[in-house]
C-alpha cells in the first residue's frame, strides 16, 4: 500500500463517509473527523519511519500514467523540503477539530467535511511531483477555504471571502497560462510532453518567456505568501474566519507561496531569480517592518496577528531569494515554526473570542488573574513568535537572517530589527490583554481555557520546545534536499558555494584559515 | 439592345419599385400585395436566366401559397387599418445609412470581382434535370425537407392554438 | 443573353431593401416579408450562378431555400399570431419584457 | 441493399439514428394524440428513443462519405452525434418534470427535440453547405417552437418571437454568403471548395461572403456583437430549453465550422479572416464575463457566461489542428454537462415562471436542499473551470492548445476575463450557502426521480471528466485526426 | 561533575519545573523546598565543579562539556564551519568567577525571598520564576559560544520581564517589564548582527575559535570594530548603558529581591562579563574600547547626577546601580579587564546586600518607599541599618572595604591606560566626580533613612519591626562579603591581587600590545584622592541631612526650582524618547495601516468597480428591442466588412 497516496486520500475518503452520517449526530461527526485526521497524521508519520536521511531527491515515489495524451501522470513524492510541511499539515489538521469542538455550532458535518477536503487538498499540493497535479491540489484547496470563511465566518465574511479567492485565482491562473507556456517549450525541446517537475528543471528559455513566467509564477506565489503590495487580502481573510480556518490559512495555506518560490521558481528560473532577487529580498523586507510596525497598532487581536504573518512570511521569501542553503534550510523551518506558534496564536486568539465575542484589544485587561493557565499558553505561543532562544522562532529567524547576511547583509539587518518590532506588538498585545487592573465587569467571570483547548495547545507547545531545543531533527532531513536544490540553481559547478557570492563576502568554510575580503 | 435588355430593365425595375413599396409603405396590405407583384418579377428574371420550371414554382409557391399565408393571417388579426407609429429616428437613419453603404459597398465589390464572360453554353434546368440530380445526391436532404415541413406545421399549430388564460398570466417587470 | 453580373446586382439591392425593411419597420409581419425579399434576393443570385456555371445544383439549392422559406412562413406567422393573443398587437418594439 | 451507386454501401445503418430521431418523434406526436391519457410515460419514451439513437451510432463505424460525397460518418461525427444526444437526453430529463410541474407535457415538445436534434447531426455530418444550412434550419425552426413552447407565458412567446425574427434575419446572410462563395468555387461542397481554395486567390467579394456567413454562424453561437438575443431567449425560453438551447446548436454550429475553416485551410494564411473570428472571440470572452457580472437573474447571467464560454471556445479554432478540434469537442460535451446541470437546477425552482428566477431564489438553498444545491455549487465551480471539475480540464485543453498554436495573446485575455467569471459564479455559490432568504421569500425546488437523474448524470459526468479525462481525449484526439487527414 | 556541567542549570530549571506546575496547588512548604534546593543544589554542583576544575587542569585552561549539536546548517558535510552552534558549557577562571558569584548570591536571595515575599499571592510563580532566571544566568555565564551564551542573554531578559512584571495586575509593573524586554531586544539586535559578522568573517561563534582567528590576524580592523561595538549594543541594553539604561530604573516596579538579585547583582552585570569574554577582539580594536570607556564614563557620572535626587529608596539604589555598572564599563573599557570584574564581584556583594537592605526597610515601613516619610529608622531596624551602612561605605568606597579597592583599580586604570592615553585621564575625572556623587548620595540615603526623626504615618510607625532572620541572614553574610571582598584584589602596592592573576590566562598576550601598568606613585595618588572625595561626599551628605532631614532638598528646591525638577525626573530623558523615536513610529504605523493598505485595497476594488461599470455599460445595449439587436447585428456585419476587406 503506497504511503503517501494512503494518507493523501484518508482525508476524503473520510469526508464522504461523513457525508453520509446523520445531521443530528454531531458528537459522532466530530468524534469522526477527528479520528480520520489523528488516522492521517500516525500514517504520515510512516514517511519518517522509512525516510532516508542520505537522499537529496523525492523519495518514497509513486508515479502513475494519468493523462498520457498530455504526459501527465499521477506523481508523488517527497523530499527533505516538503517533509516537515506535510507533517505539518496532518498534525495540525486534528488539532482544529480539537479546538473547534465546542465552538462550531452551525452546519458542524460541513464545517468537518471542508476541514478534511482541504487537508487533501494541502497535502496534495505538498506531494506532487507533476505540474498540473500540483496546480490542481493548489487551486482546490481555495474552494473549501471559501466555503469556511464565508459560511462560518464573522460578519463582514461575504467581503473577505470573495477578496481572498480573487486575489489567489488571479494569480494562479496566470501561473496556469505559464504552466502551459513552460511545458510546451519543454515538449519542443524533450521531444515528448511531460509535466515532471524534475524534468522540467532546464527547460531553455528565451529571455523573455523566462522573464514573463518568472513574474507569472512568482506573482501567483507572492499573492498567496503574500508578499508586501499584495497582502491586503491577509489580515480580511484572517479576522473574518473562524478559528480553524485561521489556523490552517495561517499555519499551511500560507506557506503554499514559500514552497512555490523553493520548488518552482527558484529551480524553473535561476537565472531571473538571481536577477530579481534583490526586488523580492526589497518587498519581503520591506513587508517584515511594514507587517510588525501596523500589526503594532491594529485594536483587533486577530488583524494583529495576521499582520505578524505577514511580518514572519517576510523571512521566509528573504530567506529563500537570500539563496544561501542556510537560508533556504531556515526559511523552511521558518515555515514550520510559523505555522505552530501563529497556528497557537490564532488558537487562542479563538478560544477568548467564543468566551467574549470580541477581539478589541481594548475590551480585555487583566484576564490574567480570571484565566491563568490561558494566560500560561499565550504567552509561550507569544514568545516562541518574538522568537526567544529555546523556542522555535528563533532557530528559523536566525538561519535566515545569518544565511542571509552572506550575500544580502544590509537587508538582512534592517530585517534583523522585525525582531525588535515583533516584541514591540506582541508584548504590547499581551499587555493589552492579560496585564493591569481588570477594568471590564465582563472579564472578571471568564471560563479558563477548556480541556479540548488543553489538548490542542499541548502538542504545539511541545513542538515549539523541540524545535528550539533540538532543530537538528528537522534540519538534517532537509539538508541534502536544500542542497540539492542549491546545485540545481547553481549549476553542478558551485555546489556549495553560492553563486552570488562574488560580491566580497563569502563565508570561508574553516574558521582556522580566516579569509576576508582584505585578506584575498 | 436587344428585347431581352429591355424585359430585364423593365421587370428589374419593378421588382425594386415593389419592393421599396413594401418596405416604405405603412400599410401591411399594400406591403404583401407589393411583394407579390415583386416576386412575379423575379419571376420573369427567373425566365431570363432560363429555368421557366423554377419561375412557375416561384409563382406558384411564393406568390401563390406564402403570400397568400400572409394576406390570411393580416386579415385574421385585421392589421389592414392599424397604422404604424413612427420609429426612432436613430434606428430610422442608422437603418437607412448603414443600409446604403452595405448596398452600394456590394454593388461595388460585384461589379469590381463577380465572374464576367460567357455563361455556359446550356443549362440542365428543366424539370427532368432537376428531378434526376435531386433523387441521387439529394435525396436524403430531400427527404429530410418532410420533417423540417412537419416541424413547422406541428409548430405553428402548437403556437397558434388560443392559450385561454394567456392574457390573465401577463406578467410584466 | 444578358450578363450574370446584372443579375447578381439586382439582387444585391433587392437584398439590401430587404435588410432596410428589417431595420426600419415595426410592424412584425412587414418585417417578415422583408425578410423574405431578403430570401428572394439569396435565390436570384444563387441561380444566376447557376445559370453562369451550367449547373443544376445551384438550381436545386434554389428549391431548398424554397421549402425553407415556407417553413419559416408557417412557423413565423404562428408566432405572431400568438404574440397577438398575447398583446393585441404585432408591433415587436411591444415585446420588451425581456432587456438589460 | 444499394438503389444507386451514389447513395453509398448500407446508407441506411449509416443514417440510422437520424431515422430513429424522425421516426421516434413521430411517433411520440401519434401516441400523444391517441394517448393523451399517459402523458406521463411520453418522457421516458422519448428516453428510450434517445437511447436508440444512441445504441444505432455503434451499426456503422468506418469512416464513410454517402449520397454522392455530401455526408460523412466519421468518429468526428460520431462523437458530435452522442453529444447531441446526451444534450437531448438531460434537457427531456429536466423537461419531464418542468413540463409536468407546468402542466404543459405534450408529444410535441420530446418530438421537437428529436428532430431539432436531427438537425444538429446533419449539420455535423454534412460535407455540403445545402445539408448544413438544411439541417440549420430545421434545428432553428424547432427551436423557434421549443422557445415558445410554454404558450401561457407571455416572456416564452416574446422570446421565440425575437429569436425568430433575428434568427431569419441571420439565416438570410447565411444563405447569401453561400451564394457568394458558391459563386466563386463554383460548388457548395465542402470538398470541391477546399480544393478551389487551395488553388485560387481571394477576393474581397469572398471576404464578404466570409464576413456575412461568418456573421450568421456567429448570431448561431451567440457570439458578440451577435449575441444580443441569447440573454432575453434564455430568459424567456422553458428552462430546460434554455439549457438545452445554450449547448447543442453551438456545438453543432462549431463542427459545422470546424469542416468550412478545414476546407479554408490553405487559403487562411493570405486572408486576414481568422482575424475577425479572434475578434469576435475577444470581444464574447469579454462582454459575455462582463456584462453577466452584473446580472441577477440566474438565466440571463448563464446567457451571458454561455457567450463567454463560446468564444473560449472558439480561441481553439483560431488555428484548425486535431488538437483544437478534439479540444473544441471536449470543451462542448464538458460543456453540454455543466450548463444544463446548471439551467436543470434553475428549473426545478417553483415559481410564476413570467418572473426571472433571480439570485435571491436560491439563497440558502445549499443548506435546505442539499443535493440540488451541490449539484449546482459543483456546476458552478466547473463553469468557472476550478479543478478537479471537467471545466478545469478542458479549459485548460483549450488555453493548450490555444497557446501552442501561437494564439497567446489572446489566450491571456481569455485568462484575465476567466478570472472575471469566477467572480460571478461564486457569488452564485454564495447565495446557495452563505445567504440566508429573505423573509418569506423562500422558493421551494422540487424535482421528481428524472431530475435526480439527470443531476447525477451531469455530477458524475464533471467529476469523471475532470478526474479522468485520460479516455475521452483519446476518443477526441482519433476523431480529431481522422476528420483532419482526409 | 565536569562532565554534566550541564546539570548546574538543569536544576534549578527542574525547580521551575516543578512550581510552575504543581506549585500552585503544592502549597508554601513544597514552594520554598523546591526552590532552595534548586537554587542550593546549582550553587553545590557549580562549587563541586570548581573544586573538580582545579584538580583536573592547570590553571586557566578551558574545561569544554559538549552535550550536543544543537543545529547547524550550510557547512561543509560533517557540519563543520556551517552556521550554528553546540550546546555545550565552559568552565574557565572567568566564568568560575561569575559562577561562585551568581551561584550563592542567587541562594542567599533566594533565602531572604522565602521571608520577604511571604504573603504575596504568587508565592509560587515567584519562586518558579526566580528558578528560571538562576538557570538562565548559568547558560549565560557557562555557555561556550555566543550562540549559546544569547539564549541564557535572552533568558535573563525574559526572566526579568516577568519578574518586574510580577505584580500584573498594577499598570505600572508590567509596562516596566514591557519596556526592559524591548530595550533589552533592541541591544540583542546588535548582538544577533555581531553574531551574524563572527559567521560570515570568522565563521564560527565559539568562544575559543573566535579569539583563536581574531588573534591570527587577517581580519580588517573595520569588521572587529563592528562586531565590538555591535556587541557592545548589546552590553548597553543588558547593563543599562546609555542610551538604553532607560529600563533599569523603572524595573525598581518588580519585587525588591529580584531588584537585588537581577537588577543589581547579576543579569545587568552580564554586559560587562561579555565584555571581558571578548576582550581579545575589543583589545584588536582601540576604538571600540574607548567608546565602551567613554559611554561607561558618562553613564557613571550621568546616572550618578540623577541619584542625587531621588526620594524612592529603590530608585536611588537603582541608578546608583547604573553608575557602578558604568564604572564597570570603564574599567573593561580601558582595558583593566579583571578590574572590570573584580567591581562586578564587590558590587554584586554591596548592592545586593543594600538592595536587600532597602527591602527590609521597605518590608518594616510596610510598603512605603519615599524616604522623605522616612527617617530614624536606625533604632527600630538595628540590623538592617548596621548592614546597610556597611554596604554604603563600601560602595562609598572607604578603605579598606571592597568598593574602595575596586573602583580604586578601575580609576587607576583608566588613568594610565595605554590604549587612549589622552582619554584615559579624562576618563579618570568623570569617575572621580561620579564617585564623589555616589558618596554623597549614598549617605544621603542613609541620613534620610535611618536619621532625623520619624516623618512617616503613625500606624506605620506602629507596624515598624526588624524582618525575620531568613532575610537577616543574608543581609549579614553579605555585609561581611562586602567588608572583606577587597581582599580579593589588593592594588600591588599593598598586597596581593589574586582575581587579577586568577583571570589572567583569559586575557592572553597579544604581540604588539603592551597591557596596563600602573605605577605605584599613580596608585598611591589615585587612593588617596578617592578617600578624600569619599570623606568630602560624607561630609557634604552629612551636613545637609543629618539633623535636617529632607529639609535640604526643599531648600534646594526653592533655589534653583527649574534644576531640581530636571533633575527629579531624570533630565527627561523618557520624555524624550517617547517624543523622538515611539510617537513618529507609531504615527507613520498608523498611516502605513490607514494610508498605505487602504490605498492598495482601493486599487485592487478599483479594478472591479472598472470591471462592473463596463459591464454595466455593456448591458445598456441589451434594450430588449429585437430590432435593436438587428441593428447591432448589421452594424456589426458592416463593421466587420469595413475592417477586413
Redesign the interface.
Given at each position: 500500500m503506497p504511503i503517501l497516496s494512503t494518507f493523501l486520500w484518508l482525508p476524503i475518503a473520510g469526508a464522504i463517509v461523513l457525508a453520509f452520517f446523520p445531521k443530528a449526530a454531531i458528537g459522532a461527526i466530530k468524534g469522526f473527523g477527528l479520528f480520520v485526521s489523528l488516522a492521517t497524521f500516525v500514517v504520515s508519520l510512516g514517511v519518517l519511519r522509512g525516510w532516508d536521511d542520505g537522499q537529496a531527491g523525492f523519495q518514497f515515489v509513486e508515479s502513475l500514467e494519468w493523462i498520457p495524451q498530455w504526459g501527465i501522470r499521477y506523481g508523488l513524492g517527497v523530499d527533505g523540503i516538503s517533509l516537515w510541511l506535510v507533517l505539518l499539515t496532518t498534525f495540525l489538521t486534528p488539532i482544529i477539530f480539537l479546538s473547534a469542538w465546542n465552538s462550531i455550532h452551525k452546519h458542524p458535518k460541513e464545517y468537518v467535511i471542508s476541514f478534511l477536503v482541504m487537508e487533501t487538498a494541502m497535502i496534495g499540493a505538498f506531494l506532487a511531483t507533476d505540474l498540473l497535479l500540483f496546480y490542481i491540489f493548489f487551486e482546490l484547496m481555495l474552494l473549501p477555504m471559501y466555503l469556511v470563511i464565508g459560511v462560518w465566518g464573522g460578519a463582514n465574511r461575504i467581503y473577505a471571502a470573495v477578496k481572498f479567492f480573487l486575489f489567489t485565482i488571479a494569480g494562479s491562473l496566470l501561473m496556469l497560462l505559464g504552466i502551459i507556456y513552460l511545458v510546451f517549450q519543454n515538449y519542443h525541446q524533450a521531444g515528448a510532453p511531460t509535466f515532471e517537475v524534475t524534468q522540467l528543471y532546464g527547460t531553455e528559455l528565451t529571455a523573455t518567456a523566462q522573464l514573463l513566467l518568472f513574474f507569472a509564477f512568482t506573482l501567483a506565489f507572492a499573492i498567496k505568501v503574500p508578499l508586501f503590495p499584495l497582502h491586503t487580502w491577509l489580515p480580511d481573510a484572517h479576522v473574518e474566519a473562524p478559528t480553524g480556518g485561521s489556523i490552517i490559512l495561517a499555519g499551511v495555506m500560507l506557506k503554499m507561496g514559500t514552497y512555490g518560490f523553493l520548488r518552482f521558481v527558484l529551480p524553473f528560473f535561476p537565472e531571473q531569480s538571481m536577477r530579481w532577487a534583490n526586488l523580492m529580498i526589497a518587498l519581503s523586507v520591506i513587508g517584515i517592518v511594514y507587517g510588525a510596525l501596523v500589526a503594532w497598532v491594529q485594536p483587533d487581536m486577530k488583524k494583529l496577528v495576521a499582520y505578524s504573518s505577514v511580518s514572519h512570511l517576510g523571512f521566509c521569501v528573504l530567506g529563500i531569494f537570500a539563496m544561501t542553503q542556510t537560508a533556504i534550510e531556515g526559511s523552511i523551518l521558518q515555515m514550520v515554526s510559523h505555522g505552530l506558534s501563529t497556528g497557537a496564536l490564532f488558537l487562542l486568539v479563538g478560544v477568548v473570542y467564543e468566551r467574549r465575542h470580541t477581539r478589541l484589544l481594548a475590551d480585555y485587561g487583566g484576564i490574567a488573574r480570571t484565566m491563568p493557565v490561558f494566560t500560561v499558553f499565550f504567552v509561550i505561543a507569544v514568545l516562541s513568535s518574538v522568537g526567544l532562544p529555546g523556542l522555535n522562532g528563533f532557530i528559523g529567524e536566525f538561519l535566515i537572517l545569518a544565511g542571509s547576511f552572506q550575500t544580502h547583509p544590509v537587508a538582512s539587518v534592517i530585517a534583523a530589527s522585525g525582531v525588535i518590532l515583533a516584541a514591540i506588538y506582541l508584548l504590547w498585545l499581551v499587555q493589552k490583554v492579560f496585564f493591569g487592573p481588570i477594568t471590564n465587569e465582563e472579564n472578571r467571570s471568564i471560563p479558563d481555557i477548556a480541556w479540548n483547548e488543553v489538548a490542542a495547545m499541548i502538542p504545539l507547545v511541545v513542538f515549539m520546545v523541540w524545535i528550539g531545543v533540538h532543530p537538528n531533527t528537522f534540519l538534517k532531513k532537509m539538508e541534502p534536499s536544500v542542497k540539492h536544490l542549491m546545485t540545481t540553481i547553481n549549476g553542478p559547478d558551485a555546489s556549495g558555494e553560492i553563486r552570488v557570492a562574488d560580491r566580497g563576502l563569502t563565508r570561508n568554510q574553516q574558521p582556522a584559515t580566516s579569509n576576508s575580503p582584505e585578506a584575498k | 439592345m436587344t428585347a431581352e435588355v429591355i424585359i430585364f430593365f423593365v421587370f428589374a425595375a419593378i421588382a425594386v419599385v415593389f419592393a421599396l413599396v413594401v418596405v416604405l409603405h405603412r400599410n401591411p396590405v399594400v406591403g404583401a400585395l407589393s411583394l407579390v407583384a415583386s416576386f412575379f418579377a423575379l419571376a420573369v428574371m427567373y425566365v431570363l436566366l432560363e429555368a421557366p420550371f423554377l419561375a412557375a414554382l416561384q409563382v406558384i409557391v411564393y406568390a401563390g401559397a406564402i403570400m397568400v399565408l400572409f394576406l390570411f393571417v393580416i386579415m385574421l388579426l385585421n392589421l389592414q387599418h392599424v397604422a404604424e407609429p413612427p420609429t426612432r429616428p436613430i434606428q430610422q437613419f442608422l437603418g437607412y445609412t448603414s443600409c446604403a453603404a452595405f448596398g452600394i459597398g456590394l454593388v461595388y465589390f460585384i461589379i469590381k470581382y463577380a465572374i464576367v464572360g460567357r455563361p455556359a453554353a446550356q443549362f440542365p434546368s428543366t424539370a427532368r434535370d432537376v428531378g434526376i440530380r435531386m433523387f441521387e445526391a439529394y435525396v436524403f436532404p430531400f427527404e429530410m425537407v418532410s420533417i423540417l415541413l412537419l416541424a413547422a406545421i406541428v409548430g405553428s399549430l402548437l403556437l397558434s392554438g388560443r392559450t385561454g388564460q394567456g392574457k390573465a398570466r401577463e406578467v410584466s417587470r | 443573353m444578358i450578363p450574370t453580373h446584372w443579375f447578381l446586382i439586382l439582387s444585391a439591392i433587392l437584398f439590401t431593401i430587404g435588410v432596410m425593411g428589417v431595420l426600419t419597420r415595426k410592424n412584425g409581419i412587414t418585417i417578415f416579408m422583408s425578410i423574405e425579399l431578403m430570401v428572394n434576393a439569396v435565390n436570384l443570385t444563387f441561380l444566376a450562378y447557376a445559370r453562369q456555371f451550367g449547373q443544376t445544383h445551384g438550381l436545386i439549392f434554389v428549391f431548398f431555400i424554397m421549402a425553407i422559406a415556407a417553413a419559416e412562413a408557417a412557423v413565423g406567422l404562428a408566432i405572431f399570431i400568438s404574440l397577438y393573443h398575447h398583446r393585441d398587437t404585432i408591433d415587436v418594439d411591444e415585446a420588451n419584457l425581456m432587456h438589460w | 441493399m444499394n438503389l444507386h451507386p451514389l447513395l453509398g454501401d448500407n446508407y441506411l445503418l449509416a443514417i440510422m439514428p437520424e431515422l430513429v430521431l424522425c421516426g421516434g418523434g413521430m411517433l411520440l406526436i401519434l401516441f400523444d394524440a391517441f394517448a393523451p391519457r399517459l402523458k406521463g410515460a411520453l418522457g421516458p419514451l422519448a428516453l428510450i428513443i434517445f437511447l436508440g439513437a444512441a445504441w444505432s451510432e455503434n451499426l456503422y463505424k468506418e469512416a464513410a462519405h454517402f449520397f454522392g460525397g455530401t455526408y460523412e460518418i466519421s468518429p468526428i461525427t460520431r462523437l458530435f452525434d452522442l453529444t447531441f444526444l446526451l444534450a437531448g437526453m438531460l434537457a427531456i430529463l429536466f423537461a419531464r418534470d418542468y413540463l409536468d410541474r407546468e402542466g404543459i407535457e405534450g408529444g410535441e415538445f420530446y418530438a421537437l427535440i428529436s428532430w431539432g436534434t436531427v438537425g444538429m447531426m446533419m449539420m455535423a455530418k454534412g460535407l455540403d453547405l445545402l445539408i448544413v444550412i438544411l439541417g440549420l434550419e430545421i434545428l432553428s425552426v424547432c427551436i423557434f417552437i421549443l422557445v415558445g413552447y410554454h404558450r401561457r407565458l407571455s416572456v416564452s412567446n416574446e422570446a421565440s418571437l425575437k429569436y425568430f425574427l433575428m434568427g431569419a434575419f441571420a439565416t438570410g446572410f447565411i444563405l447569401y454568403g453561400a451564394a457568394l462563395f458558391y459563386g466563386a468555387t463554383q460548388s457548395t461542397n465542402v470538398g470541391m471548395m477546399a480544393h478551389w481554395f487551395a488553388q485560387n486567390q481571394a477576393t474581397p467579394l469572398l471576404t464578404v461572403a466570409f464576413v456575412l456567413m461568418m456573421s450568421g454562424f456567429g448570431f448561431k453561437l451567440a457570439l458578440a456583437p451577435f449575441h444580443p438575443w441569447a440573454p432575453d431567449v434564455y430568459q424567456g425560453a422553458p428552462t430546460p430549453v434554455a439549457g438545452w438551447l445554450s449547448v447543442a446548436p453551438k456545438a453543432a454550429t462549431l463542427i459545422a465550422l470546424v469542416r468550412l475553416f478545414d476546407a479554408m485551410e490553405p487559403m487562411l494564411p493570405k486572408v486576414n479572416w481568422m482575424n475577425m473570428v479572434a475578434a469576435l472571440a475577444v470581444l464574447s470572452m469579454i462582454v459575455g464575463n462582463a456584462v453577466a457580472i452584473v446580472q441577477r437573474d440566474l438565466k440571463r447571467m448563464l446567457a451571458y457566461s454561455g457567450i463567454a464560454h463560446v468564444g473560449y471556445m472558439t480561441i481553439a479554432m483560431l488555428t484548425v489542428r486535431d488538437d483544437s478540434v478534439a479540444a473544441v469537442s471536449v470543451y462542448a460535451i464538458t460543456y453540454a454537462l455543466m450548463n444544463i446541470g446548471a439551467f436543470g437546477v434553475v428549473s426545478l425552482l417553483i415559481k410564476n415562471q413570467n418572473d426571472p428566477q433571480t439570485l435571491d431564489d436560491i439563497a440558502g438553498l445549499g443548506f435546505r436542499r442539499k443535493f440540488y444545491g451541490f449539484a449546482l455549487a459543483l456546476c458552478m465551480f466547473s463553469l468557472s473551470g476550478l479543478p478537479p471539475t471537467a471545466g478545469f480540464i478542458s479549459k485548460f485543453y483549450i488555453f493548450k492548445t490555444a497557446v501552442e498554436s501561437g494564439h497567446t495573446t489572446v489566450a491571456v485575455i481569455g485568462i484575465l476575463t476567466s478570472i472575471v467569471s469566477v467572480y460571478y459564479y461564486l457569488r452564485v455559490v454564495y447565495y446557495l450557502y452563505m445567504k440566508e432568504p429573505a423573509e418569506g421569500h423562500v422558493v421551494a425546488a422540487e424535482g421528481g426521480v428524472f431530475a435526480v437523474g439527470a443531476l447525477m448524470i451531469a455530477m458524475v459526468g464533471i467529476l469523471w471528466i475532470g478526474i479522468y479525462p485520460g479516455p475521452l481525449f483519446n476518443a477526441a484526439g482519433y476523431a480529431a485526426r481522422v476528420l483532419l487527414q482526409q | 561533575m565536569l562532565n554534566t556541567l550541564w546539570l548546574i542549570p538543569i536544576l534549578p530549571f527542574i525547580g521551575f519545573l516543578l512550581n510552575g506546575l504543581f506549585g500552585k496547588r503544592a502549597g508554601k512548604g513544597f514552594v520554598t523546598a523546591v526552590a532552595i534546593l534548586g537554587s542550593l543544589a546549582a550553587a553545590v554542583a557549580g562549587t563541586i565543579a570548581v573544586y573538580e576544575y582545579q584538580h583536573t587542569y592547570h590553571h586557566g585552561e578551558r574545561h569544554l562539556n559538549v552535550v550536543?549539536?544543537?543545529?547547524?546548517?550550510?557547512?561543509?558535510p560533517g557540519g563543520?564551519?556551517?552556521?550554528g552552534a553546540d550546546i555545550a558549557f565552559q568552565l574557565d577562571p572567568l566564568s568560575i568567577v561569575m559562577l561562585l558569584v551568581v551561584t550563592w548570591i542567587g541562594f542567599l536571595i533566594h533565602l531572604y525571598s522565602v521571608g520577604y515575599m511571604h504573603h504575596e499571592e504568587g508565592y509560587w510563580r515567584y519562586f518558579a520564576y526566580l528558578n528560571l532566571f538562576l538557570s538562565a544566568m548559568l547558560i549565560l555565564i557557562l555557555g561556550s559560544s555566543y550562540?549559546f551564551m544569547?539564549?541564557g542573554?535572552?533568558?535573563v531578559g525574559?526572566c526579568s520581564?516577568l519578574l518586574i512584571?510580577f505584580y500584573?495586575?498594577?499598570?505600572h509593573?508590567?509596562?516596566a517589564g514591557?519596556k526592559a524586554?524591548?530595550v533589552n531586544?533592541?541591544g540583542?539586535?546588535g548582538f544577533?548582527?555581531a553574531?551574524?559578522?563572527m559567521?560570515?568573517?570568522?565563521?564560527?561563534v565559539d568562544f575559543a575559535?573566535v579569539q583563536?582567528?581574531a588573534m591570527?590576524g587577517?581580519?580588517?580592523a573595520a569588521?572587529i570594530t563592528g562586531i565590538c561595538l555591535l556587541l557592545f549594543l548589546g552590553a548597553t541594553g543588558k547593563s543599562a548603558q546609555i542610551p538604553l539604561y532607560v529600563w533599569l530604573p523603572d524595573a525598581m516596579a518588580g519585587p525588591t529581591p529580584v531588584s537585588a538579585l537581577i537588577h543589581a547583582a547579576t543579569m545587568v552585570t552580564a554586559g560587562v562579563y561579555m565584555i571581558a569574554r571578548s576582550n581579545v577582539l575589543y583589545r584588536l580594536s582601540p576604538t571600540a574600547m574607548m567608546v565602551v570607556a567613554i559611554i561607561g564614563g558618562l553613564t557613571a557620572l550621568f546616572a550618578a547626577t540623577i541619584g542625587l535626587r531621588q526620594f524612592d529608596i529603590k530608585k536611588v539604589l537603582a541608578y546608583s546601580t547604573v553608575s557602578q555598572l558604568g564604572f564597570m564599563m570603564i574599567g573593561v573599557g580601558v582595558g583593566a579587564f579583571s578590574a572590570g570584574v573584580f567591581h562586578l564581584v564587590t558590587h554584586a556583594f554591596f548592592k545586593a546586600c543594600l538592595f536587600l537592605g532597602s527591602g527590609s526597610v521597605i518590608h518594616a515601613m510596610s510598603g512605603e518607599q519615599d524616604v522623605r516619610n522616612m527617617g530614624g529608622l536606625k533604632s527600630k531596624i538595628p540590623i538592617t541599618y548596621w548592614t546597610f551602612l556597611i554596604a554604603t561605605i563600601a560602595i562609598a568606597g572607604f578603605p579598606p572595604l571592597s568598593g574602595f579597592f575596586s573602583k580604586d583599580e578601575i580609576l587607576a586604570s583608566a588613568w594610565s591606560t595605554p590604549y587612549f592615553p589622552g582619554v584615559g585621564k579624562l576618563i579618570y575625572i568623570l569617575g572621580t566626580i561620579a564617585a564623589f556623587c555616589t558618596s554623597f548620595y549614598m549617605y544621603r540615603l542613609v541620613y534620610l533613612t535611618f536619621y532625623g526623626k520619624f516623618r512617616g504615618t503613625h500606624e506605620q510607625e506602629h507596624h515598624l519591626h526588624e524582618s525575620p532572620p531568613t532575610m537577616t541572614i543574608p543581609l549579614i553574610v553579605l555585609a561581611v562579603l562586602s567588608v572583606f571582598g577587597g581582599l580579593l584584589g589588593l592594588p600591588h602596592v599593598i598586597g596581593h591581587n589574586f582575581l587579577a592573576e586568577w583571570l589572567h590566562p583569559i586575557i592572553p598576550e597579544i604581540p604588539g600590545l603592551h597591557e596596563i601598568h600602573i605605577d605605584s606613585s599613580v596608585e598611591w595618588l589615585v587612593m588617596g584622592l578617592s578617600t578624600l572625595i569619599a570623606l568630602a561626599g560624607w561630609f557634604l551628605a552629612m551636613r545637609l541631612y543629618k539633623e535636617r532631614g529632607n529639609a535640604s532638598d526643599v531648600a534646594f528646591e526653592q533655589r534653583s526650582p527649574a534644576l531640581a525638577r530636571a533633575i527629579e525626573n531624570k533630565w527627561y530623558v523618557d520624555e524624550l524618547y517617547a517624543a523622538i523615536i515611539v510617537r513618529p513610529?507609531?504615527a507613520?504605523?498608523?498611516f502605513?495601516?490607514k494610508g498605505?493598505?487602504a490605498l492598495?485595497?482601493g486599487l485592487?476594488a478599483m479594478l472591479?468597480y472598472v470591471?462592473?461599470g463596463?459591464?454595466?455599460i455593456?448591458?445598456?445595449?441589451?434594450?430588449?428591442?429585437?430590432?435593436?439587436?438587428?441593428?447591432?447585428?448589421?452594424?456589426?456585419?458592416?463593421v466587420?466588412?469595413a475592417?477586413?476587406?
Open positions: - | - | - | - | 550536543y549539536e544543537w543545529f547547524n546548517s550550510g557547512g561543509a563543520a564551519g556551517g552556521i550562540l544569547f539564549v542573554w535572552e533568558g525574559l520581564y512584571g500584573y495586575d498594577t499598570n509593573a508590567p509596562a514591557k524586554f524591548i531586544r533592541i540583542d539586535f544577533l548582527v553574531m551574524f559578522l559567521f560570515a568573517y570568522m565563521g564560527s575559535k583563536q582567528v591570527g587577517g581580519i580588517s569588521v513610529l507609531a507613520l504605523s498608523r502605513f495601516w498605505v493598505d492598495i485595497d485592487a472591479g470591471v462592473r463596463f459591464g454595466e455593456m448591458r445598456f445595449f441589451q434594450t430588449g428591442n429585437v430590432r435593436n439587436y438587428a441593428l447591432m447585428f448589421f452594424v456589426g456585419v458592416l466587420f466588412i475592417f477586413f476587406v
